[in-house]
Nanobody, 117 residues
Framework: QVQLVESGGGLVQPGGSLRLSCAAS????????MGWYRQAPGKERELVAS???????KYADSVKGRFTISRDNAQNTVSLQMNSLKPEDTAVYYC???????????WGQGTLVTVSL
């Protein structure tokens, strides 16, 4: 069974940076996508960024040019470098792992990112 271990998150000032990381352990799904979703109070969970084992990336329009997602396929780890953070980025960020073959999906527990003075 895949387990996701998230790290990062916290309080940062507007314009600052944070790096989120997520490691998928016990995974035998070589063709997969890993990414980060976020959910703010009163809003639906939305995709922030994702990356497949093939290197295909996808970003929310609101974070393009500010966030960068990367991964290590050998270890099934994914990182999200978040720069130029804005208060609107405040949300609980969830790591996601999904098999591209079976659609098997696992979610992390979530980590809170707060952008505020």
């Amino acid at each position: 069974q895949v387990q996701l271990v998230e790290s990062g998150g916290g309080l940062v000032q507007p314009g600052g940076s944070l790096r989120l990381s997520c490691a998928a352990s016990g995974s035998n799904f070589r063709l997969n996508a890993m990414g980060w979703y976020r959910q703010a109070p009163g809003k639906e969970r939305e995709l922030v960024a994702s990356i497949t084992t093939g290197g295909m990336t996808k970003y929310a329009d609101s974070v393009k040019g500010r966030f960068t997602i990367s991964r290590d396929n050998a270890q099934n780890t994914v990182s999200l470098q978040m720069n130029s953070l804005k208060p609107e980025d405040t949300a609980v960020y969830y790591c996601n792992f999904k098999s591209l073959i079976t659609s098997f999906e696992v979610w992390g527990q979530g980590t809170l990112v707060t952008v505020s003075l």
